[in-house]
């Protein structure tokens, strides 16, 4: 059994670590030096789970962390990746990759339970239901970002998010501005924050600042938390393309808000720590 397991969803890596097959104690450096691209292996975050043995029926467990070592209260991306992981470790449990029909688990996360249904095992497509948004106010609010002034939309999706929908979105701005508006003394506990551009109403851009990532290629929880923004301007229609800077993926709104996002993810890579990394992990060195 391989230490870690590497998958990405759309330049949105994360890696996989099973309590039950590897002796690991997630601390906020630990998990800093895994998620290192220098002095570690490199990602965007660090899954944990399951924690428990998974059985049929019931929801299997899952810790996330960003790359600063923080606790992540959910990440859409990062639950693609887990359901294929189980899917591929656990198949005879919770989900059957080897079977034609779509399978299923349901993810519970200290944010609650999401369903996450495997469409197709080999592409990577999953489908996730995330939940049903609770937005701060009605309308947007002005906040001030260094010397500008813009209009936010505040939402919570299991974890929370800052919505600034503009004509125009780059990475840049979302380098510059991200930081601010992330740990803006409006949000003591910091907020994720997506940079929104409406194309038409069946398509938005974002660019994505994530408070415990920086500036992300992709964020699946932001995708979803920019459309409910959108949907609730009455700016898109019921079914958006979010377009990002890694790629493409679906979100839909359902007559009660709620969100279901699906895209896909894969598998890049296993491997084991050397026994000078894992002393550096604090796991000392196996016999």
Known sequence: MSDFTKYQALGNDYLVIDPLRVDFTATAQTVRLLCDRHLGVGADGVLIGPTAEPRP??????????????????SGNGLRMFALYLAEHYGAGPVRPEEPAETSVVLRTVAGDSRADILDFAEGRVRVEMGVPSFATDAPVGLTAGARHLDVIGLHLGNPHTVVPLDEVSADLARELGPLIAWHPA??????????????????????WERGAGYTLASGSSACAATAAAHRLGLVGEHVVVEMAGGTMEVSVGEQGEITMTGTAEQVATGDFSPAFRARLGQGVPA
């Open 187 to 208: 949000y003591p506990e910091g907020t994720n924050v997506q940079f929104l551009s409406v194309l038409d109403r069946g398509t938005i851009r974002i660019e994505v």
């Open 57 to 74: 029926g019931e929801p299997v467990g899952l810790r996330i962390f960003n790359s600063d070592g923080s606790p992540c209260e959910k």
